[in-house]
């Protein structure tokens, strides 16, 4: 990975980090399938409207936005509703890293070079250390819901790498337009589940103490960490194997860790604060092990003269091989 792609990685990390406490501040206000909901349909109506449907398989796109969009943020918000903690569902959340690295390996036919094993191995030794420290702050099924969601982030990040290396596409494009496929599904959820009128009485209530600030922690959702944050991370996946991409969101719960320490009082202790720091390690060697190989280059970027050097080859499966970079 480049220097200047390692540092968009970075800023990803650190919005994503910061993401958790506006969730934080929103389920204090909204239901957790309703806020879902909303973080989406703010971003999808203005974008059916007025940004061109990216000339991806339909399959891949919806891959995309179940499991990014639906999956994800409908576990997570559920176990933080019920009780998660802030700076440990930023933590169970990144199992979405080893899934992704095993999804990629499975579908994508991604090799694994050694010493990338070696990082992950060592990054998800830190989560464990940091897991073991903090779960007894947690009740079981939280965390469970918080797997859960890890899981549907990577289905969401093979369907993102798969629509991306169909053609030329622009990869915010992509990124908005997986939006659109979650607010009709999560508004049903939230129907059925919730109630038909919960979230229209949070939306009539707004003007109450928790509120406001759920709304301005709404608004850093969906233009920080929805717009911005999942653009350039969808952008490096298209650049990258999974493998090489995804251990860099094992850094997210350092920042979410910090950012509930000095925004909620989530206290860590000394035990957190080693196993971030395996983690910062493991990710770093994981992210790095490419270039001192020097095999995994990154792949071109998408143009439009040249969209078939960019396309699937077959292989004799049937199925569609990506070719290597």
């Not at 440990?88 to 050694?114: D, H, K, M």
């Not at 596409?169 to 659109?180: A, D, F, G």
């Amino acid at each position: 990975m480049t220097n200047r792609d390692r540092l968009l990685g970075l800023t990803v990390v650190l919005l994503w980090g910061l993401n958790f406490i506006a969730i934080r501040v929103g389920l204090d206000h909204f239901p957790p399938f309703f806020f879902a909901a909303l973080r989406f349909a703010v971003i999808a109506v203005p974008v059916v409207f007025c940004i061109p449907r990216p000339k991806v398989p339909l399959r891949w796109l919806l891959l995309y936005g179940t499991g990014f969009g639906i999956l994800q943020f409908a576990f997570l918000f559920t176990a933080m509703r019920a009780g998660m903690p802030t700076g440990l569902a930023s933590l169970v959340l990144q199992s979405s890293a080893p899934f992704t690295v095993v999804l990629g390996a499975l579908f994508l036919r991604e090799r694994l070079r050694p010493v990338q094993l070696l990082g992950i191995a060592v990054a998800v030794a830190g989560i464990a250390v940091i897991g073991l420290d903090r779960a007894q702050h947690a009740p079981l099924l939280p965390m469970l819901l918080t797997l859960a969601g890890g899981l549907g982030w990577a289905f969401g990040n093979i369907g993102s790498r798969l629509a991306m290396t169909s053609g030329a596409v622009n990869p915010l494009h992509l990124t908005l337009w997986m939006t659109v496929v979650s607010p009709i599904p999560m508004f049903a959820l939230s129907a059925l589940i919730e109630g038909p009128t919960t979230g229209l009485d949070a939306m009539t209530d707004i003007g109450s103490p928790t509120g406001w600030p759920a709304l301005l922690g709404l608004a850093y959702i969906v233009v920080l960490g929805t717009v911005a944050g999942s653009g350039l991370w969808t952008y490096l996946m298209s650049r990258y194997p999974a493998s090489t991409v995804a251990p860099m969101s094992l850094l997210v719960p350092v920042v979410g860790i910090v950012a509930a320490w000095a925004a909620l009082g989530e206290t860590p202790s000394v035990l957190s604060v080693l196993g971030g720091l395996i983690v910062i390690a493991g990710a770093f060697a994981a992210t790095t092990a490419s270039s001192r190989i020097g095999t995994n280059k990154p792949a071109p970027e998408p143009t439009t003269a040249r969209p078939a050097e960019e396309a699937p080859v077959p292989t004799l499966a049937g199925r569609p091989r990506l070719a290597e970079a």
